[in-house]
């Protein structure tokens, strides 16, 4: 036994081929057989359900001719509803699968896609022969309102758009013409607004395209039926509620108030903890004021002269007698009355007769004549006063201050002190420019603030929509592999080891193939029993004895070396017995 543990491993190959899958099919035992068929056709089936499900559907058109901005709605329609598609050739067409294309139709008809393509000035270029002037006229009136449409729906902010235009006839009478308007209708992107700037905007726009109409004339509605755009003499009138301008001012007055007091408290109390509204109340009235004032009389040194006429008279009466004067009439022809000296004022003329002289000469009467008029300048004044800018007329603050924190962790939020609350309302009163002749109100109150509790009603993630929709649609093709490994794991695989591993037997005296050592038959007692009796598990081993103290020594070499010839022999009888009948026919081994 120890010439064959020293032999080499290429000596001890198999001499006999691998038997065929037939024979090794053969070898199993009935329960083996109907594993490994039951596996294969639950494989087989798998396989085939598998590729019939996956298979691609035959697809069909769902709409051709589609603009760029409704082929692009109706595709991420489709991808938020899960359904597959694909284009033609050339991207004119959207393809889906036949068995849902009416589905799909009446589902994106209930949305409003497509929307359609809206035509302008190219509906000129089909005019056929024969056409009269009303449709001629039509047909440019829908043209203008096409290019409109188009042009308003280039804006970001508008998703869709419709113009209607009022164009009345024109006749040779001017009075009697009527001036055109149009009406314009948009739908806003889902979460966008148009500010004032944008709808005036769209209202010059439409204003600037059509000849002889002014701005007035344009009417624009949002699709809840709210008037967007106002009539330029509807403003600051207060018609309607107020112009949206003035309370846009109105509000951002209130927030800048609004600010200032938290910009003042929150560095106090700290950020969150203080919450203030500011109302205000601003008068838009436009009023104007013309008074005219005139001041007493001034002295004459003083006064600016305007005008001044003098007039100077002056004649002699050679008979001695006075002309008459005044009116002619009983008056006139009165004796002049006993003449006095007046009181106040300027002396009267002295008029001096000279009588008869030494000379004989005749008395001769001399009259003068003064007349003065001053005109001087009135003192005036004129004041025109008008009020165009927005004034405030009253202030009102409500602020909210929170508890402060408290420093000790056992003990809670504290109040401020009255001292602390004076304080700070005293600086929302300069922050916001209190005045008391105005009316304005301050009011400050300390409260704790409520901590928002969290949301228990929160959804789980295995509940969500996308989770459960990612779940559907994976479902099928992850249970179908999960199967087909179990499958092959737990029958296939068991049944096709044990095919490749050959049956073990051992060859016991009188079976046909047992060679002994010394080429007989031989019994259990001979050479080649032996050798059967020692590579054979059921040999009789007899009782051991105590243990031997020669066991705990390391084995030999020797020993090593028969250990691995048996465990040699256990593996691969048919080989060990084929080498010994070499050795004993005197052959050299192959």
């Known amino acids: 036994m120890s010439a064959v543990a020293e032999l080499p491993a290429a000596s001890l190959a198999p001499a006999v081929a691998a038997p065929a899958w037939t024979q090794r099919l053969s070898s199993l035992d009935r329960a083996q057989r109907l594993k490994l068929g039951l596996g294969v056709a639950v494989l087989v089936v798998a396989g085939i359900a598998g590729i019939v499900m996956g298979r691609q559907a035959e697809y069909r058109v769902l709409f051709s001719?589609?603009?760029?901005?409704?082929?692009?709605?109706?595709?991420?329609?489709?991808?938020?509803?899960?359904?597959?598609?694909?284009?033609?050739?050339?991207?004119?067409?959207?393809?889906?699968?036949?068995?849902?294309?009416?589905?799909?139709?009446?589902?994106?008809?209930?949305?409003?896609?497509?929307?359609?393509?809206?035509?302008?000035?190219?509906?000129?270029?089909?005019?056929?022969?024969?056409?009269?002037?009303?449709?001629?006229?039509?047909?440019?009136?829908?043209?203008?309102?096409?290019?409109?449409?188009?042009?308003?729906?280039?804006?970001?902010?508008?998703?869709?758009?419709?113009?209607?235009?009022?164009?009345?006839?024109?006749?040779?009478?001017?009075?009697?013409?009527?001036?055109?308007?149009?009406?314009?209708?948009?739908?806003?992107?889902?979460?966008?607004?148009?500010?004032?700037?944008?709808?005036?905007?769209?209202?010059?726009?439409?204003?600037?395209?059509?000849p002889e109409m002014v701005p007035s004339a344009v009417s624009v509605l949002d699709d809840s039926g709210k008037l967007l755009s106002q009539a330029p003499d509807a403003a600051g009138n207060g018609a309607g509620g107020g112009d949206a301008t003035q309370m846009q001012y109105t509000q951002q007055l209130e927030q800048n108030y609004a600010r200032r007091v938290l910009e003042m408290l929150e560095p106090i109390v700290g950020r969150g903890n203080v919450k203030a509204t500011v109302t205000a109340d601003v008068d838009f009235s436009l009023s104007e004021q013309t008074s005219e004032q005139h001041k007493p009389n001034q002295?004459?040194?003083?006064?600016?002269?305007?005008?001044?006429?003098?007039?100077?008279?002056?004649?002699?009466?050679?008979?001695?007698?006075?002309?008459?004067?005044?009116?002619?009439?009983?008056?006139?022809?009165?004796?002049?009355?006993?003449?006095?000296?007046?009181?106040?004022?300027?002396?009267?003329?002295?008029?001096?007769?000279?009588?008869?002289?030494?000379?004989?000469?005749?008395?001769?009467?001399?009259?003068?004549?003064?007349?003065?008029?001053?005109?001087?300048?009135?003192?005036?004044?004129?004041?025109?006063?008008?009020?165009?800018?927005?004034?405030?007329?009253?202030?009102?603050?409500?602020?909210?201050?929170?508890?402060?924190?408290?420093t000790d962790a056992k003990a809670g939020p504290t109040a401020l002190s009255a001292q602390q609350i004076e304080q700070m309302t005293a600086l929302v009163r300069e922050s916001i420019g209190f005045s008391k002749d105005r009316g304005d109100s301050v009011n400050l109150m300390n409260a704790?603030?409520?901590?928002?509790?969290?949301?228990?009603?929160?959804?789980?993630?295995?509940?969500?929509?996308?989770?459960?929709?990612?779940?559907?649609?994976?479902?099928?093709?992850?249970?179908?592999?999960?199967?087909?490994?179990?499958?092959?794991m737990g029958f296939i695989r068991p049944a096709l080891k044990a095919m490749r591993q050959p049956p073990v037997k051992v060859?016991?005296?009188?079976?046909?193939?047992?060679?002994?050592?010394?080429?007989?038959?031989?019994?259990?007692?001979?050479?080649?029993?032996?050798?059967?009796?020692?590579?054979?598990?059921?040999?009789?081993?007899?009782?051991?004895?105590?243990?031997?103290?020669?066991?705990?020594?390391?084995?030999?070499?020797?020993?090593v070396r028969l250990d691995e010839a048996r465990m040699l022999a256990r593996k691969n009888p048919i080989a060990v017995a084929n080498i010994v009948k070499e050795w004993v026919n005197g052959e050299a081994p192959a």
């Open 65 to 210: 001719n589609l603009g760029d901005k409704d082929g692009g709605a109706i595709v991420a329609q489709l991808s938020t509803m899960n359904i597959p598609y694909k284009y033609s050739e050339g991207g004119g067409a959207i393809l889906v699968p036949s068995d849902r294309v009416h589905d799909i139709r009446l589902r994106l008809a209930s949305q409003g896609l497509p929307k359609g393509s809206v035509a302008g000035f190219e509906l000129m270029e089909g005019n056929r022969f024969g056409m009269t002037q009303f449709q001629e006229r039509l047909t440019f009136q829908r043209g203008l309102e096409g290019e409109l449409t188009r042009s308003i729906q280039s804006l970001a902010s508008v998703q869709n758009a419709r113009v209607h235009l009022a164009l009345p006839n024109q006749n040779g009478f001017f009075r009697e013409q009527q001036k055109p308007s149009a009406s314009v209708l948009v739908t806003l992107q889902p979460g966008a607004e148009l500010n004032r700037a944008q709808i005036a905007g769209i209202v010059h726009l439409v204003a600037s395209s059509v």
């Open 299 to 406: 002295s004459a040194e003083t006064g600016a002269v305007r005008s001044q006429q003098v007039i100077e008279s002056s004649g002699s009466n050679p008979n001695g007698n006075t002309p008459p004067t005044g009116v002619p009439g009983a008056t006139s022809n009165q004796p002049p009355a006993q003449p006095a000296a007046p009181i106040n004022g300027q002396a009267q003329p002295i008029t001096a007769g000279t009588g008869n002289t030494g000379g004989g000469a005749a008395a001769v009467a001399t009259t003068s004549k003064r007349e003065s008029v001053t005109n001087y300048e009135v003192d005036k004044t004129v004041r025109v006063t008008r009020g165009g800018t927005p004034t405030v007329r009253r202030l009102s603050a409500a602020v909210v201050v929170n508890y402060a924190p408290a």
């Open 448 to 488: 704790p603030f409520m901590v928002a509790a969290a949301d228990t009603n929160a959804v789980p993630l295995w509940k969500q929509p996308e989770i459960l929709d990612l779940a559907r649609s994976m479902a099928w093709p992850v249970g179908t592999f999960l199967f087909g490994a179990l499958v092959l």
């Open 507 to 559: 060859l016991s005296p009188g079976d046909p193939g047992f060679i002994a050592l010394d080429g007989s038959a031989g019994g259990a007692g001979s050479i080649g029993g032996q050798l059967n009796l020692a590579v054979s598990d059921d040999n009789p081993r007899p009782a051991l004895g105590g243990p031997d103290e020669t066991a705990l020594l390391p084995a030999s070499p020797q020993q």
